[in-house]
């Protein structure tokens, strides 16, 4: 499974596309979508949006992860954030992709497993999850990775939880 995770913001959104074979989590790409601070929102917008799609065609993943996060210094950044937010909703509709939406906290449990870990940890275990050399080019990189990361794994345990309790067939399947 191929999944592209988003840390959305208006200066820059980063982005991370991690597969998973086997159990194996590799990441393919990570870097920043950065835009001017000195444009217009809307140019600003325009651009993240376009390079989401981009992103979209050229890796073809199975499931986009956006961070939902709207906690910002002041009520103008908050709105800011939301609107690369849905920016980044908008365009994974475009493309049809399955949409999974997790906070932070969800992100530095399923990462960390302590959910008010530092980014310096997050960073540090994106790093040994996917077997780095070295740190991905940002911090909006490393958390675009870590969002990407917190899907694949709530994707196995959402697996897990569609045949629970367990069916007689799914039983018989599994001891024998």
Request: proline share 5%.
């Amino acid at each position: 499974m191929r999944v592209i995770g988003i840390d959305p913001g208006t200066v820059t959104t980063g982005y991370g596309v991690v597969e998973e074979n086997n159990r194996r989590l590799v990441c393919i790409a990570s870097g920043s979508i950065t835009t001017a601070a000195r444009q217009s929102l809307p140019k600003r917008l325009k651009k993240i949006y376009d390079e989401l799609m981009d992103l979209f065609r050229l890796h073809a993943p199975d499931a986009v992860a956006i961070e939902n996060t709207f906690v910002a210094k002041n009520a103008r950044s908050a709105l800011k954030l939301g609107q690369a937010h849905g920016i980044a909703l908008l365009a994974a509709e475009q493309r049809h992709h399955p949409i999974h939406e997790c906070t932070p906290t969800e992100v530095k449990l399923a990462v960390v497993g302590y959910g008010a870990a530092r980014k310096e940890q997050v960073e540090g275990m994106v790093r040994r999850l996917l077997n780095l050399n070295t740190s991905p080019d940002s911090h909006h990189a490393a958390d675009a990775l870590a969002v990407a990361i917190c899907y694949l794994h709530s994707a196995r345990i959402r697996a897990l939880s569609h045949d629970f309790p367990p069916s007689k067939a799914a039983l018989s399947v599994r001891s024998g």
